[in-house]
């Protein structure tokens, strides 16, 4: 006798209908797996609004200015955040605004010299993470 052949007879070999079953559960499983990450795949390619900062000035110790380039799909309201950062990497202004689809001239300011500004992204309602 084989020691296969002995723990079978000892434990019983599984049946194929549950063999059967736990391969239909994987299955099941594995898609939708698949379907729950080809939606969130799809869903955060494409965005309802994308920002991006094209340029920044600063006006004098108390004004800043930004030019920012917003992409919106068609009837989206959306909010940005602009912040000014001092050289010690505080920020000393911030202003939200409501971009137009292309390109927006923002003006912040700010309690005391900036030296650079950062968007801090855009976002609109279903889409809680900035862009």
Do not use: K
């Amino acid at each position: 006798m084989s020691s296969h052949t002995d723990l079978a007879e000892r434990y019983g070999a599984p049946s194929a209908t549950r063999r059967r079953l736990l391969l239909g559960v994987v299955v099941a499983v594995v898609a939708a797996a698949s379907a729950w990450l080809a939606w969130a795949t799809l869903f955060h390619a494409t965005p309802a609004v994308q920002s991006e900062l094209v340029t920044f000035g600063i006006v004098d110790d108390h004004a800043a200015t930004a030019r920012v380039t917003v992409e919106l799909e068609d009837g989206v309201v959306a909010s940005c955040v602009l912040s000014a950062l001092a050289e010690d990497h505080t920020t000393v202004g911030e202003v939200a605004f409501e971009p137009v689809d292309g390109s927006n001239d923002v003006s912040i300011r700010t309690e005391r010299r900036a030296t650079s500004v950062t968007l801090e992204g855009c976002t609109a309602e279903g889409q809680p993470r900035p862009r």
